[in-house]
Every structure is written in C-alpha cells, then in structure tokens.
C-alpha cells in the first residue's frame, strides 16, 4: 500500500498512534515532522503531499524563541506580514501575494477570524499554548469554501499525553516586556488533557509617527502599550472504534493605539486611545470507524471576535462583536488500498453585533464536498470539488486537481491547478458612511474569484533537501478602496506570480535553513494603476536560519532581508526594503530548567512594513524556560 494511505488506515483506527520520520526546515520543524491534515482534511505526511506545506513545531517555536505569531511566519516561502506598530497591533498575512482576507485561519479545525474585518487577528494569538502551525499555499476553495485564494494557516493547541508534565515559562526584555505561562498536560493509555495559562505586558513604543494625510492621521508621541491573558483547554479520549474531542482557547487585554478624534477633522481632542479585546474559540470533535474502510468526523465550533474602543478619558467609541458557528460532517471511505474518497458538508453561520449600524447582520454558508486521492502506478492524483449555497451571493462551484511523479527516487515533481472564491465582508459591504469624509461599505459588491496554476520540484541528498515552486494566481473582481469613492469596489482582476525556493541543510554540525520568495502581485485592471504592484506585498524576500547544539549550549541566528512594497494603490508611496539579523543562545540548566537570550534587530534597522507605523528597533531579551 502507497505510504499516504497506509499511515490514513492506521489513523482511521482510534487506537492507533504514527510517528513519521522527516526532515522538511529543521529550524521550524522538530526531529520528528508530525502528520499534516489541513492540505487535504485527511491525514498525511508532510513529504507525501501533493500541495506545498510548511509544518512549524513546538520545538521549532522553542529553538526560535518566538514570542508572537507574527515572529513565527516572517519570510516564509510566499508568506508576507505586515505590522502597524509592534506586539499586540494590527498584523494582517498575506499568502502568494493575494490580500490578507483571502486566508483562511482554523484553529483545531475551527473556522476564526472576524466577519466584519474578514481577518485574524494573529497579534493576539497566545504563541506558548500552540503545539503546531501548518501552512498551506495555494488555493483550498474546493475543500474548505470561501477565503481559502492564498492558502490555509491551521493553528493547532497543545495536545498532551503520557505522563504528568508540567511547564513554566518566563520571559522579559526591552519595551518594558515581560511575559509568563504555565500548564500541565498528560492522560493515560485512553485520555489526553492539556491545560494552559498566559500573561504579557509590554510598554511598547510609539506606534504611529502619522499625519493628516495617512496612517494614524495624527501625531501622538506616547508609548502605545499592550496587555492580554489567556488560556487554553484540551481534552481527548479515545476508544478501539472512536475518539473525542474537547478544545477551548481564550485570549483577552487591551491595547493603545493613536487615532484622530472620529467625529471631526482635523483632530480636536488627542490622548491614548484603547481597544479592549476578547477572542473566543471553542469547539469538539467526534470520530468512530463504521467498518474498516469508512471512517466519520463530526466537528463543531464557535469562534467570537470581540473589540470595544475607548477614546481620551476613556470615551466609548464603537463595539464590534461577530461569532461564526461552524458545523462539519466528513466520511473518509478507503477504497481498493490506493484510493480514498472523501465525502462531506460545512455549515457555517455568521452574526454581528455592534454599536455601528449594520443594515444586514448576519449571513449563513451551506458547503458540500467531494474528493479524491489515489495512485495509478507511479502517478499521484487527488481531485477536489465544492458547491457552496451562500445566504447572500447564491451557488458557487470550486475544483482542485494535483499529480505528482517521482522523476527519481531522490527527485519529486508534482502540478497543480485550483479555482477559488471569497465572499465580501460585512464592512465592505455595509459599513456606514462616516459624517466627515463619507466612504463606507459597497452592498454592491461581487464575491471575488481565482485560477491558480502551481509546477513544483522537491529534491533530497545526502546533504539535505530543497524545494522549488513557481505559481501563478488570476483574481478577477478583486475588491480594493476606490479613491473615487472613498468605498470598497470591484477591480477587473489582478494577477499574481511568484517563485518560492527552500534549502535545508547540514553544514558543519549547523542545520542552515533558506528560503526565498520573489512576487509579483500586480494591478491587471484598467485605469491609471494598471499594472502597479498591489500593496503592501514585499516584492522579494529571504529568509536564513542557522542552528546548532554544542552539548548544553545552543547557538542560532536568523537573517531576514525583504524588498521595496508600496503602501497604496497608486503605487506613490514607497516603503524602503530592510534587513534584520536576529541572534539567540541557549543554555541547558539542568534536566528540566533551560535559560534563553535572544537579540532583535541587532543592525537597529529603521523600517516600515506599513505606512507611518514603526517596528521596534534594537531590542535583547531573557526567558527562563521549565519543562521536565
């Protein structure tokens, strides 16, 4: 039996547990590379796969000494982060050059993200309670519906398992930052639980040095501070036939940020503006075998995105609260050994509650799915197809096809092609005209739509492994601000093509992790922006980490280089590229106490990833770590 499926039939019986040796980005990865689900809804592993896929892991996030989310994906392949202002600001991501509202973000299967904003807010993410990152690039329309144009990000929760284990984290450094966590996971031969809790605070810095004519559209030189607490819940247990599962994460704080007063302009009334945040995200899973070959999930969840904001002398200005309740059927049927047929349906509700005027506050999904995976011979396939009845924009059909050939035992080629949609948010859709300078949201607006292509080479040798992807993605109505307007509108189509490259290796005792990106997102519309580079998207990037163990010492450094990006669509404001060098160390205590430092920005680089918005400059930090 084809590897893929064999270790999916181990996976179909709940009693079972697979461990596959690989080796993707050791940096980012551990020794062991988990099994992926989010590529296909189906468990394989990470070599196998038809689509392009990187796994971080829990001990990639610890040998980096990540701190946020943010830190995690910076220069990945096809990967872009923009941030408006340090920890605990505005982060938006964007997959392949494609916007940040065309990725789709689960977290342990659940659906996230705002409806009103159409994005996640990364920023409040709480980085010691996640077990795993998967990303996905290209698009997954025909699997999981609207927003998946880029790709899939799947954040997944500690999980537990053996014996007692407990874990405490302290961490502290520049910005007046401090940060701790503690939990405790284990379980039996049948049962799992993890339990975790979170704190951080930071002073921060200005985050802001804007005008009346952009960013902040103010000038407030006050530190903008940031707060949050969170914690996380999960619970498993598992039968010979069936397993369930229990998952809660909960993360909330307050965050300053500068802004003009909203009511006029010029600002009338300047001081620290705060927004308080609650994200909720609860949700179960149950799976059993019907035969031996038939394998059933049923999975719910709830997500709540909740912001309130608070002008000077703590003046409420505006709530927005949105909850997305998701509902997922899936049969797994294993047919004839090399084939597996995937059958399923998505539910999705969405509902918004604010103190701003929505004239339409809620809209539901109903999805249904089919899929393919087989080997003919030397060939992999898998086919994909979607039919999605949207509450709002009607039928919408999506496909996917993938092959993959072993051109040698060493060298892997694989292509793809896949269609995908997104619906418009209710902002752009119904977003009230503000009083000043009128805009708001277009209820006329069309549901975008893509083609993407994608040939890929991966190769191994004794040395390492690398990677090589070229892509091309068609947007046709893509939404963008319309100046003319001052609202949302639909653009003809932009188009997107990039190349992404990944080299691992062992030199030296040192694990040397590169990646690098080049993009060309452009404006395909007619007008005076055609053909300018959409914004905000850095045109190339690289990425190299290099880590090595010296017994109880541990060395590493990561350098992050990034292109030219324009902030606007007029391609007129320019933000200069920027090179960061990153260090850490490490030192083994004991068998269970570790102490880590860690310096950003070693160069002081002054740099922008949007508009009047800073980024922290030199900065050091400590972090006690206990894990037995």
């Not at 920890?87 to 977290?107: A, N, P, Q, W, Y």
């Not at 163990?549 to 060395?555: C, K, M, N, P, S």
């Amino acid at each position: 039996m084809n590897k893929r499926f064999s270790v999916l039939a181990a996976l179909m019986l709940p009693g079972s547990h697979v461990a596959v040796a690989a080796n993707p980005e050791p940096a980012l990865a551990g020794e062991f590379e988990p099994i992926v689900v989010t590529a296909t809804r189906t468990a394989e592993t990470a070599d196998e796969t038809l689509a392009s896929v990187t796994v971080i892991t829990r001990q990639g996030i610890e040998r980096l000494q990540a701190q946020t989310v943010h830190e995690l994906l910076l220069g990945l392949p096809g990967v872009g982060v923009v941030n408006s202002g340090g920890r605990g600001k505005s982060t938006s991501v964007f997959l392949r050059g494609t916007e940040s509202d065309h990725l789709l973000v689960l977290v342990d299967g659940v659906k996230t993200g705002s409806a009103t904003t159409g994005t996640t807010s990364f920023q409040y993410l709480p980085v010691e309670q996640i077990e795993r990152i998967e990303i996905v690039r290209g698009p997954r329309s025909s699997l999981y519906g609207s927003e998946a144009i880029g790709g899939v990000i799947q954040i997944f929760t500690r999980r537990g398992g053996g014996g007692p284990k407990p874990y405490l984290t302290f961490s502290g450094g520049s910005y007046g930052t401090y940060s701790a966590s503690a939990g405790i996971s284990g379980g039996g031969d049948k049962g799992w639980f993890s339990m975790n809790v979170g704190a951080e605070e930071t002073e921060g810095f200005d985050a802001c040095q804007g005008d009346l004519s952009g960013g902040c559209f103010t000038d407030e030189p006050d530190k903008d501070g940031y707060r949050s607490s969170s914690g996380s819940v999960r619970i498993g247990y598992r039968t010979d036939r069936a397993d369930v599962n229990f998952f809660w994460m909960r993360a909330e704080g307050r965050s300053d940020y500068d802004a003009p007063d909203t009511a006029t302009l010029p600002p009338l009334e300047l001081g620290p503006n705060k927004v308080r945040f609650v994200q909720d995200i609860l949700g179960g899973r149950l799976g059993f075998s019907v035969t031996e070959w038939w394998h059933v999930n049923l999975g719910v969840g709830t997500s709540r995105d909740e912001s309130e904001n608070f002008r000077a002398g703590g003046i409420p200005d505006g709530r927005f609260e949105t909850v997305r309740d998701t509902v997922s059927l899936q049969n797994d049927i294993a047919v004839a050994g090399d084939h597996l047929l995937t059958l399923g349906f998505d539910y999705q509700d969405d509902r918004v509650d604010s103190t701003t005027d929505y004239s339409v506050t809620s809209r539901n999904n109903k999805g249904i799915f089919a899929q393919y995976q087989g080997v003919v011979g030397s060939h992999d396939l898998q086919l994909s197809v979607r039919g999605d009845d949207n509450g709002q924009f009607g039928s919408w059909t999506t496909g996917g096809l993938a092959w993959g050939y072993p051109v040698s035992e060493k060298l892997r080629l694989t292509a793809s092609y896949g269609t995908a949609f997104k619906a418009p948010t209710f902002n752009q859709l119904y977003y009230p005209p503000h009083p000043v300078w009128g805009g708001g949201g277009n209820p006329d607006l069309l549901p975008e739509e893509s083609r993407s292509f994608e040939l890929s080479l991966r190769g191994e040798s004794g040395w390492g492994s690398w990677s090589l992807n070229a892509y091309e993605t068609l947007i046709d109505d893509l939404i963008a601000y319309d100046a003319a307007t001052s609202a949302p509108g639909n653009v003809d189509e932009a188009l997107v093509r990039g190349v992404e490259g990944a080299v691992t290796a062992e030199i030296g005792g040192w694990t040397i992790a590169t990646r690098v990106t080049v993009l060309k997102p452009e404006n395909h519309s007619d007008g005076s922006n055609r053909d300018n580079i959409l914004p905000r998207r850095a045109e190339q990037s690289l990425r190299l980490d290099a880590d090595r163990d010296f017994g109880r010492y541990t060395l590493g450094g990561t350098l992050l280089v990034e292109g030219r990006r324009y902030d606007d669509l007029a391609n007129s404001r320019k933000l200069d590229g920027y090179t960061l060098v990153n260090l850490r160390a490490g030192y083994r205590l004991g068998s269970a106490w570790s102490l880590q430092a860690r310096v950003e920005n070693l160069l002081d680089e002054e740099y922008q990833t949007a508009a009047f918005y800073n980024q922290p400059g030199l900065s050091g930090y400590l972090t006690l770590r206990y894990q037995p």
